[in-house]
């Protein structure tokens, strides 16, 4: 079994929070930074993420109680993702700040509500961000460090690019050369392309406090890094990459992992997180099978589900992606599945319906023991099994490719 080092919770999470962002790194202390006539803006990620939102708003705002309610915005980091229903943003948020405090939804495919953030350093191109994002006085950015499959990791300015950007600037930063890189990565953070690009735009209006946490398997938050953007950011991910990268001797005939439960495990989408995890040490030609509930599908929204079953094969869908002038929504997360799909098979335990599985070229399975059973006895009793309970939660690695990173 590939899992995390055990890390325990912190015993007094408010009391850590509130000396976390009175004793910043690189920053000054977060009271002084926000005026109380300032207009701010606090960035959270949407749903599809697991920060403990409902507890850290209320002491954020414990500690900014000269900052009044209506000069504050909470704006909801989408991304490119799905707005969350008003009962999903008071669950996220907590009832006590969704009624004090208000709470919007990004939207980047909405141009009215976007003003011009700058010009991309990297790319060249306009950005433009969330409208409310972009007037205020001060910017707070909230995010949950871990490891992630293009960025390396997750937190720091990506919590603000692609969060609040348009979805132009979205698909530019999701581009097949960029996401093909092979330093867009899991637990990479120099020399890779997607967190460039996460860097110098979300980077285009300066971002006045950060609050990052890390947790642990049962979502108790086990350490802040709250100040400078970048200085923050890097000392979370030291400590994330202490617990999380495991070094396997070995690829695995038969890779067994999750997307690491609620709420990475709502779509098919999200569950390429999880396969991805396992596709760094599965075998040529290996098993990958997958445990993620998908009780949203594919999803419906979005051009997913569309561009896989549009094609026949992964390698026509790369085809597609790799062909000359072609750019569409979610090509990226397309891209990383044909390229699972090249180098394994994928069986998936989920509630999606098994013929909706079966035409999107992967194989649904009922019963996980049973499927390893059934893949022992063709490969032989005695083929090692790796096991990653957490998913994506988990970087696995053979210790060569490790080596010459």
């Not at 690189?26 to 960035?43: F, H, M, S, T, Y």
């Not at 971002?207 to 946490?213: A, R």
């Amino acid at each position: 079994m590939l899992a995390p080092k055990p890390e325990p919770g912190l015993p007094d999470e408010r009391a850590a929070f509130l000396e976390a962002v009175r004793q910043p790194i690189d920053a000054r202390p977060l009271k002084e930074i926000v005026g109380a006539g300032e207009k701010l803006a606090v960035v959270i990620p949407d749903g599809t993420r697991a920060l403990p939102r409902e507890r850290l708003l209320p002491w954020l705002f414990e500690e900014l109680a000269h900052v009044p309610p209506e000069n504050v915005v909470i704006v909801n980091g989408t991304g490119s993702h799905r707005a969350n229903t008003e009962e999903e943003l008071e669950a996220m948020v907590g009832p006590e700040v969704y009624a004090r405090y208000r709470v919007v939804n990004h939207n980047a495919h909405d141009p009215s509500t976007m003003e011009l953030a700058g010009t991309s350093p990297v790319s060249g191109r306009d950005v433009y961000m969330n409208r409310e994002y972009v007037e205020a006085d001060r910017r707070i950015v909230m995010g949950f460090i871990e490891p992630h499959f293009m960025a390396g990791f997750s937190g720091g300015y990506k919590g603000i690019f692609p969060a609040v950007a348009d979805i132009n600037s979205v698909m530019d930063y999701h581009s097949a050369p960029i996401i093909g890189h092979a330093r867009s990565n899991w637990g990479v953070l120099e020399d890779n392309p997607t967190q460039e690009r996460i860097r110098a735009n979300g980077s285009l209006l300066p971002v006045d406090f950060c609050i990052n946490v890390t947790q642990n398997r049962d979502r108790e938050i086990t350490g802040f890094f709250c100040g400078e953007t970048l200085a923050a950011h890097a000392r979370g991910c030291e400590a994330s990459l202490a617990s999380v990268m495991v070094a396997c001797e070995r690829e695995y005939p038969i890779v067994v992992t999750s997307n690491g439960g609620y709420p990475l495990d709502q779509n098919l989408y999200q569950a390429v997180k999880g396969m991805s995890a396992a596709a760094q040490i599965v075998s040529e030609g290996g098993l990958i099978l997958v445990a993620s509930r998908c009780n949203d599908g594919f999803p419906d929204h979005g051009n997913f589900r569309k561009m896989l079953l549009e094609h026949d094969s992964p390698e026509a869908m790369l085809e597609t992606i790799y062909s000359p002038g072609f750019s569409t929504y979610d090509q990226w997360q397309v891209q990383l599945f044909a390229l699972i799909l090249q180098k394994a098979r994928v069986g998936l335990y989920s509630e999606i319906e098994p013929d909706a599985v079966r035409r999107v070229h992967i194989e649904p399975v009922a019963d996980i023991t049973a499927r390893i059973r059934e893949e022992l006895d063709r490969i032989g009793p005695d083929a090692p099994i790796a096991v990653l309970p957490e998913g994506p939660m988990t970087v696995p690695y053979p210790e060569r490719a490790r080596a010459q990173a």
